[in-house]
Nanobody, 116 residues
Framework: QVQLVESGGGLVQPGGSLRLSCAAS????????MGWYRQAPGTQRDLVAS???????YVVDSVKGRFTISRDSNKNLVYLQMNSLKPEDTAVYYC??????????WGQGTQVTVSS
């Protein structure tokens, strides 16, 4: 099992920044990719960014140039730096991990609200 705990969400004004953190623990040796997803009310949960254990990064077009994913392997942490936030970025953000056995793990989510 893998446990994921997100932190760093909150209320921010348009144009502001937040950094989300995801702490992974448990059977993390077999994780090959971690990512951030988000889900706004009434919508599906969508991928925002991902990073492999070889640090290959991917971000979706809608946040490219504004969001950056990174990891600290020594501390088993994955970050999502979010800049130039827009009201449409408002959502619950979830950390995700996938292992080599096909298992999917989720954190509890952290709320990000972008509003003036």
């Amino acid at each position: 099992q893998v446990q994921l705990v997100e932190s760093g969400g909150g209320l921010v004004q348009p144009g502001g920044s937040l950094r989300l953190s995801c702490a992974a623990s448990g059977s993390i040796a077999n994780i090959y990719i971690m990512g951030w997803y988000r889900q706004a009310p009434g919508t599906q949960r969508d991928l925002v960014a991902s990073i492999t254990r070889d640090s290959i990064m991917y971000v979706v077009d809608s946040v490219k140039g504004r969001f950056t994913i990174s990891r600290d392997s020594n501390k088993n942490l994955v970050y999502l730096q979010m800049n130039s936030l827009k009201p449409e970025d408002t959502a619950v953000y979830y950390c995700n991990a996938k292992n080599i056995y096909g298992n999917n793990f989720w954190g509890q989510g952290t709320q990000v609200t972008v509003s003036s």
